[in-house]
């Protein structure tokens, strides 16, 4: 499973987000590859893991990536990602998944 959206960020600087897989996953920032595990973080999603990376001023590109490390429960895989409040503020951020565009 693949999931992509768009950050923008009115300064550019550092940004602390909490993420967890509920199986193997990867996480892209701008390309540049941030996170990548081979287990589960949690089955039930809870925000234990931290991932810092830099954003660019403007729009940054967000990917994740998770698959189904295990053979047992194929359907059972998805993902939780969080901004931490503090850098909404700090860095004027704001989330749009089609960046203005519309099908």
């Known amino acids: 499973m693949w999931a992509k959206t768009f950050l923008w960020a009115n300064t550019p600087g550092q940004v602390i987000t909490r993420f967890a897989a509920s199986d ?8 540049n590859l941030e996170l990548e595990r081979d ?3 949690d089955p039930d999603l809870a925000l234990h893991s931290t991932v810092a990376f830099d954003l660019l001023r403007g729009k940054n590109v967000l990917m994740v990536k998770v698959r189904n490390s295990w053979a ?3 359907e059972n895989h998805g993902f939780a990602w969080e901004v931490l409040p503090v850098y909404i503020g700090t860095l004027g951020l704001s989330i749009d998944p089609t960046l203005g565009q519309t099908n």
């Open 24 to 31: 193997g996953s990867g996480v892209w920032v701008n390309g």
């Open 72 to 74: 047992g429960f194929a």
């Open 39 to 41: 287990f589960c973080d």
